[in-house]
């Protein structure tokens, strides 16, 4: 990596951390603030998806704004508004403060992943080895925001957790304000330096028709089939694994004591995924996107369906397992990533983004309301079968994206323009 790779990777490693970071530390206060506040479980569920909704609702706004004002100015509005987020939280006095702050984190969250991977899109040469760091910077965030939160809270009250948790955001603001390289460094041959124009409502959705008519339409769809499957493993394998009784023949200290043995399994889960994220970046360099997200779709169909036998097999078999799952469940992000780069035009590539987060983080998440009803109402081995379905649908279509489907696509638009 030249230095401008260097410059873009470390100022979007950071915001990509501490994205997740805030992320996956919310859920570690739903206990706490039950009690404090004397709510219902399902008024505070409520309360808690106010943050989470606009995480994905708002990654399309969030691609239109980076495409106006520049990824960089962005990216620096997500950090400080995560780190006063938290501020508001600190300080609240009740369950209503505690919606304002989750309302604004998920605002100001939103705009990360639509900006972050646009830049890296159009300003970085070595792409692939960028992507992985940065998907290696995000699992960090994943796993160190929970523990933090959890660790500190045994030693502090909530608000100054709180409080605590955002100092490493206004940090990371610090150190973009003296990041200095050149946003559009790798397209400066397809797209004029700078921030587009303000887009009117007409521009907006010509352009998102011209997307739509193009391949982009099928990467679309394929990274919404990748989100069902993430979302719906995610949210439900801790609850899986903790009653699983395989799990009681793993005992931790007394002092370790409401420590559930599982969390350690997903912890570790979420740590081998850095490889994950690692591997995948540097094979989008060899491998065409289209192809590594058809095989990387069977595999996780595959290991979805491995759960079925080895969650009633022995506590070794089901780590393997997990580990072997984190791993290719963030290998294939790197992929869709850069398939987005692939089939869109430099100066969309906010649009695409966060279309594409859209997609991911919005559609994806119904996989949580759709697997519950089946967890519920079903087997295991139903919601097993379910999650490998979104899988196998993913794998079709990027075969037939592999097989030459963004030809035809992109052919027909030449012919209807």
Partial sequence: MDENDRSIAGFTMAGHALVHWFETSIPIFLVVWLAEFDVSVALLGLVVALGYAPFGLGALPGGILADRYGTKRLILYCLAGMSLSFFVLSIAGSIYAIAAGLLLWGIAA????????????????????????????????????????????????????????AVPGLLAVLYGLTATFDPT??????????????????????????????????VFVIVTFEGLYYRGMLTYL????????AM?????????????????????????????????????DRISPAGGLAGLFVVLAVLAVAFVPVTS?????????????????????????????????????????????????????????????????????????????????????????????????????????
């Fill in 110 to 165: 939103s705009v990360y992943h639509p900006a972050g991977l646009s830049l890296i899109s159009t300003g970085v040469e070595d792409r692939g080895t960028v992507f992985a760091w940065h998907g290696i910077a995000g699992n960090v965030g994943i796993a160190l925001g929970p523990f933090v939160a959890a660790t500190l809270l045994i030693f502090l009250e909530w608000q100054l957790v709180a409080a605590i948790l």
């Fill in 185 to 218: 460094a790798a397209v400066e041959d397809e797209v004029a330096a700078g921030p587009a124009e303000a887009l009117s409502v007409s521009e907006l959705l010509t352009n998102s028709r011209a997307l739509f008519a193009s391949a982009f339409a099928i």
């Fill in 238 to 245: 801790p609850e899986i694994l903790h009653g699983l009784p």
């Fill in 248 to 284: 009681d023949t793993l005992s931790v200290p007394d002092s370790l004591d409401g420590i559930e043995p599982a969390d350690y399994i997903y912890v570790g889960l979420l740590v081998v995924g850095m490889a994950g994220q690692y591997a995948g970046g540097k094979l989008t």
């Fill in 313 to 417: 097999l022995g506590l070794g078999a089901i780590v393997v397992l997990c580990g072997v799952f984190g791993f290719f469940l963030f290998a294939i992000q790197p992929f869709y990533q850069n398939a987005v780069a692939v089939y869109t035009p430099p100066d969309t590539r906010g649009l695409s983004y966060g279309y594409t987060y859209l997609g991911e983080f919005g559609l994806g998440a119904a996989s949580i309301a759709i697997a519950g009803f089946v967890l519920e109402g079903y087997s295991l081995a139903t919601f097993f079968v379910l999650i490998a379905g979104f899988a196998a649908a993913g794998a079709v279509l990027s075969a037939a994206l592999a097989a030459g489907l963004a030809r035809v696509l992109d052919s027909k638009r030449t012919r209807e323009i």
